[in-house]
């Protein structure tokens, strides 16, 4: 069975086809361009929704060194048993 969205598409696409009056072309045209304005705003708005402060961070994080430092310590306060 083929999915009912694709049956709705083919019906409308079929009705577009046979329609002949340019008012009514028109105004299909001003809905798509109506959603096609509302995605474009949604997705510019969720770009923005939370600022990216990587560099900032980035900027904080730890040197090679530091790392290397804690890795050490750490390796040295593991509970190593003897053979």
Known sequence: MENPIHEAKKE???WIKDMGELEDI????EI???KT???KVAESQA?????????????RGMTGEELMKKVYTHIDLLPWKEK
């Open 32 to 34: 798509k361009n109506k």
């Open 26 to 29: 028109a105004e299909l045209l």
């Open 37 to 39: 304005a509302v995605d």
């Open 47 to 59: 770009e923005y929704a939370v600022k990216d402060d990587f560099d900032e961070r980035f900027a």
């Open 12 to 14: 409308l696409i079929q």
